[in-house]
C-alpha cells in the first residue's frame, strides 16, 4: 500500500509539472500572439504614417509646381510682349526716320530687356520642369501606400487571354 500511495505521489508530482509546462506554454503563446498584433498594429500605422508622408510630399510638390506654372506663363507673357515692342522698335529704325541714333539706341533697350525676360523664363521653364518631375515622383510614391480596391478584372484578363488561345488552338 505504500508503495501504492508513492506511486500515486509521484504520478501527482510529474502531473503538476507537466501542468506548470502547460500552463508556461500557454503565456508564452499568449505573450507571442499579443506581440504578433501589436506588430501587425505597428506596420498598420506605419503604413499610415508613410501613406501621410506621401500625401504631404505630393501635395507640397503639386503646389510647387503648379506655382512655377504660373510664373512661367507670367514670363512667358512678358517676353512675348518684349519681343513685339522689340519688332517694333526695329521696324522703326529700318524705315528710319528723324533720329536714327534714338532708334538704335530703343533697339538695343528693346532687344536687352527681351533676352533677359526670355532668359528668366527659360530658367522659370526648366525650373516648371525639375519641378513636374518631382511630382511625379511623389505621386509614384504615394501610389505605393494608397490602398487600391480589389477589382475581378485582375483576375478575368488572364482567364479571357487563356480562352482566347484555347479557341485559336481549337481551329
Known amino acids: ?46 503604413g499610415a504614417a508613410n501613406l501621410r508622408d506621401a500625401q504631404g510630399d505630393y501635395n507640397a510638390a503639386s503646389k510647387t509646381a503648379a506655382a512655377k ?42 532687344k536687352a530687356a527681351y533676352e533677359d525676360a526670355n532668359a528668366k523664363y527659360l530658367r522659370e521653364a526648366a525650373d516648371l520642369k525639375a519641378a513636374e518631375k518631382v511630382a511625379a515622383r511623389a505621386r509614384a510614391e504615394l501610389a505605393k501606400y494608397e490602398e487600391r480596391p480589389y477589382s475581378l478584372g485582375s483576375r478575368a484578363l488572364p482567364a479571357v487571354f487563356v480562352a482566347l488561345l484555347a479557341c485559336m488552338g481549337l481551329q
Open 1 to 46: 500500500m505504500k508503495a501504492k500511495i508513492a506511486e500515486l505521489e509521484t504520478k501527482h508530482e510529474q502531473l503538476i509539472k507537466e501542468a506548470e509546462a502547460l500552463e508556461a506554454e500557454e503565456r508564452a503563446a499568449i505573450g507571442a500572439d499579443a506581440a504578433a498584433k501589436q506588430a501587425d498594429a505597428d506596420k498598420k500605422s506605419a
Open 69 to 110: 506654372k504660373a510664373e512661367a506663363d507670367k514670363l512667358a507673357a512678358h517676353s512675348a510682349d518684349l519681343k513685339a515692342k522689340l519688332a517694333k522698335a526695329e521696324a522703326a529704325a529700318a524705315h528710319g526716320g528723324k533720329n536714327d541714333e534714338q532708334l538704335q539706341k530703343e533697339v538695343v533697350a528693346a
